[in-house]
C-alpha cells in the first residue's frame, strides 16, 4: 500500500511562485512513475507533470517553461516547483503514483489559488 501526502498549496498573486511537495511511503518501490494532476471546478483531471523511475520528465503543453518537476529519492519526496503562476493555474493538485502493474495512487490533494 502507498500513502502519499501533499503539501505547498495556497493562494498566490498571478506571477508568484509556489512549491509542492508529496511525501510518499508504503511500497513505493514499485513506482513506474510520479506525477502531478490537477482538477479545476467543473473540469476534468488533467496531467501536469511526470517524472519517470530513471529521472525523464515530462510536462503538459500549459505549463512546460513555467513549472518543473523534481525528486529526491533519499526523502521519497517529488516536488513541482511552479513559476510565473496564473489565475487559470487554479485547480486542486493531485500527487499521483503510477506502479509497474497499473495501479494508480492518489494523494488527497492541495488547492492552489492564483489571483488575478
Known amino acids: 500500500q502507498v500513502q502519499l501526502v501533499e503539501s505547498g498549496g495556497g493562494l498566490v498573486q498571478a506571477g508568484g511562485s509556489l512549491r509542492l511537495s508529496c511525501a510518499a511511503s508504503?511500497?513505493?518501490?514499485?513506482?513506474?512513475?510520479m506525477g502531478w494532476y490537477r482538477q479545476a471546478p467543473g473540469n476534468q483531471r488533467e496531467l501536469v507533470a511526470t517524472?519517470?523511475?530513471?529521472?525523464?520528465?515530462n510536462y503538459a503543453a500549459s505549463v512546460k517553461g513555467r513549472f518543473t518537476i523534481s525528486s529526491d529519492n533519499a526523502k521519497n519526496t517529488v516536488y513541482l516547483q511552479m513559476n510565473s503562476l496564473k489565475p487559470e493555474d487554479t485547480a486542486v493538485y493531485y500527487c499521483n503514483m503510477r506502479t509497474w502493474y497499473g495501479d494508480d495512487n492518489w494523494g488527497q490533494g492541495t488547492q492552489v489559488t492564483v489571483s488575478s
Open positions: 517524472i519517470m523511475s530513471g529521472g525523464s520528465t
Open positions: 508504503g511500497s513505493i518501490f514499485s513506482a513506474k512513475y
